[in-house]
């Protein structure tokens, strides 16, 4: 994901929230409040609780706070802080909705799409994280191969789905990194021809005698001097 773009601040602001937060706000306010409703041994969790406010406080943050100030890079603390969000969610629930662990998508792909290459390791990081969390409330290590199947199932496709999402955010900001290098050269070539006309004409208006031709595109260039006699004597500049 592209964080700067143009616009005014708020603008971006709002577009990066929409682009990069948006979606993990719904899809957790949808998980929740679906859970609420038909799974009563829930309510009242607190890893769900704290799991939702994170999450929910995150968002805010990032909608709100000036991030511009601290630059983009200040951007992965709101990602790492849906990390943890996600993987108090992921405790209380998936128990009773196993898909729950799909929240776990959406902060990983904006660390691995929205930043620069070693943020991988981040998400690499967190991704781990949310699936060993449960063992770390526990304070134990899985006991049985099909839990630790269970363990590293999801930090093994996730973390294939981040590093893909970051090569192709390599491509498209090298790419975007050439547009920008050919726009610089071709404004500066732009400049030096301006330059090198205003220089040409002043040339042409110093000199005491009539100058007028025609360059190879076929515009005609002449000095007031041309143009004073062409009028005097009735003779048509525009004229090859």
Known sequence: MVVFERGTIRQRRFLVFVRAQLPLLVGTTFVIGSALVVVPEVRGDVFLLVGGLVIVASCVIGLLVPWHRITAPGLVVLAIADVIGVAFVREALFPYVPSV????????????????????VAAVAGTIFIAAFPYLVAWTVPQSGLEWLNLLTLP??????AILANL?????????????????????????????????????????????FFAVDGELVANDRAVEIAAAIGFDLDQP
Do not use: C
């Open 101 to 120: 662990e799909i929240l776990a998508i959406f902060p990983v792909l904006w660390l691995a799409y929205g930043f620069m290459k070693w943020v991988v």
């Open 156 to 161: 093994v496709l996730v973390i294939g789905i």
């Open 168 to 212: 192709a955010a390599e491509e498209l900001r090298t790419r975007r990194a050439r547009l920008v290098h050919a726009f610089e050269v071709q404004q500066e070539a732009l400049e030096e021809a301006q330059d090198s006309a205003m220089i040409s004409r002043g040339i042409l208006d110093t000199v005491n005698a009539g100058v007028a």
